[in-house]
Every structure is written in C-alpha cells, then in structure tokens.
C-alpha cells in the first residue's frame, strides 16, 4: 500500500446557510500533532472545495465526514420505482446537482423537496415520504453495516431529521462530490493513485473507537480528552488545554487517526467492498 506525506480530516456540515461552525478543517504532516487549517474561520461549503482543488498541500489522503452515496444493494437502485434513479454514485451526484444547480452555498434543498425524491427521504414536520422504508430509520448501505461491528451507530442518509442526521450533510457533499470528479480522485470509485492526493468518505466515530473512546463517548470536548486519545494513536498533543468544540475534535483526531493506519491494507479492500464499489461506495476504516 502506498504511502501520503499528509493527511487532513473535514467535518463537514449540511446546515442551511453560507458560514458554518459545524465545519473544521484538520492537516497533519508524517509527524508532529494535527494542526486546525485557518484557525478561528467559519468556512463557507465553497471555501472548503476551493481548498481542496487549489490550497491543500500535495500527496495529501483527505477525509470528508459525509457519506458519498445512498443506499442501493438492498433494492437494486437508489430511489426504487422513479425513472430518474441512476445507475451508479457519479450519476447518482448529477442528480443531486442538476435538482439542486440553483440552491446558494451548496445546499441541496430543492433535493430532498423535490417532489419525487421527498418521496424517499424523512424529513420534518413529521413528513415521511412513502418510499421511505420501514420505521424511523430508514434504508442502509452495506458500508453502514460494517460501521455496526465496529459499535458504531449509523443513522440513514435518507433521514433528515434529527441533530444526528446525515442526510444533509451527505447530498450537500455530493454536490461537492460532483465537482471535485475528474480533478481529485475518490476512492473507491477511482483507483488510489500511484501518486497525489486522494479523497475517501470517513466516519469520525470509527477513528474515535480505534483512539480508545467508546461509541457512545466519541465527542470529545477538551483538549486534555483529545490529547488521551491522540497519544492512543501514537501522536504527539496539540499544544492546548480548556474547552474545544467537538467538531474541532472530531477533525484534528481523525486526521491523526488516517496517518495512523492509511498503511493497514485491509482498510483498502474490505469484504463486500467490491459488490457496491461503485454504487453505495465505502467508508475507510469499516470493514
């Protein structure tokens, strides 16, 4: 397996508006503590894609905290019995994209309201579109699945509602997705390349769990509880102590937690990874 010279974690945000304190951007090199990119800026959804295509540093694997597609194994597509479902994860980004073109600051509203694909999303206001699937939570990859035997607890991209939600995150991200295709390779639709930059799906609760947190203590909310965490993954302290913001946590650990393991090879090739490859896509790290 080759190796990166940096590595950079985002915890991303699918919240209505430009600005966004649930966004953090986190870099570390191939030695020293992880390090916040533009400390102390609310970054913008289109300020974090301009800093992947023009400003992160070369050689860099990036993590993105969303899920880069939506379940489709279970039923053979991703919105069952609507002549505009896609094939594969790419298209699956176009249409996001073309259903959203006129949404401001990358969100995807007039997605999930489309009239259509509501029908397959819960979302608030107690609507619960009819294609939903069964109970509260809805449909999931198989990637989600492998989260569970870690101790994860996933929710479905196509619930919207509720403060662990990711399905905003996740079509806002495939906007992103859909721009960044062609210019950064994203595995596992694309190959890890022989050299450059790389771009995988991660799940910040996964690198907590291998920092020695338990799942349901992931968060973590000072300096000195990240500092334990990031000495379990064999990384020198951030030079601070007091409060942080668990989404200033979540990126600066998992950055540190992909130095840490980028070279365990059977990260890269999952069981069942090859089956949806390039429909539901793979979060690194579950297996």
């Given at each position: ?238 030079p601070s102590e007091g409060a942080i913001d668990d989404h200033t946590s979540d990126a600066l650990l998992t950055a540190a937690w992909l130095r840490h393991v980028h070279g365990d ?23």
């Amino acid at each position: 397996m080759r190796t990166f010279a940096n590595f950079a974690a985002i915890d991303w945000s699918g919240a209505a508006g430009e600005r966004h304190k649930g966004i953090a951007v986190a870099l570390c090199g191939p030695a020293g503590p992880p390090a916040l990119v533009r400390p102390g800026h609310r970054w913008s959804r289109a300020e974090v894609l301009d800093w992947l295509l023009a400003e992160m540093p070369e050689d860099t694997l990036v993590g993105l905290d969303l899920s880069g597609s939506m379940p489709f194994a279970d039923a053979s597509a991703y919105f069952p019995g609507w002549d505009e479902s896609p094939a594969d994860a790419r298209g699956l980004w176009a249409l996001v994209e073309r259903h959203s073109a006129d949404d401001p600051h990358l969100s995807a509203m007039s997605f999930f309201d489309h009239l259509e694909a509501s029908r397959y999303f819960r979302r608030h206001g107690g609507r619960r579109g009819d294609r939903f699937g069964e109970g509260r939570q809805g449909r999931f990859r198989i990637t989600e699945n492998a989260q569970r035997a870690l101790g994860c607890r996933p929710y479905s991209n196509l619930n919207l509602v509720g403060a662990a939600q990711v399905g905003k995150s996740s079509l806002t991200g495939m906007r992103v997705l859909h721009r960044l295709s062609g210019k950064l390779p994203l595995w596992p639709f694309d190959a890890v390349p022989e050299t450059g930059s790389l771009v995988v799906e991660i799940y910040t609760t996964i690198a907590a769990i291998a920092a020695g947190r338990a799942p349901g203590r992931s968060k973590m909310r000072s300096y000195e509880a990240l500092n334990d965490a990031l000495g379990n993954l064999g990384s020198p302290p951030v030079p601070s102590e007091g409060a942080i913001d668990d989404h200033t946590s979540d990126a600066l650990l998992t950055a540190a937690w992909l130095r840490h393991v980028h070279g365990d090879a059977a990260l890269w090739h999952p069981p069942g990874l090859d089956a949806v490859r390039f429909t539901e896509g793979w979060t690194f790290g579950a297996r």
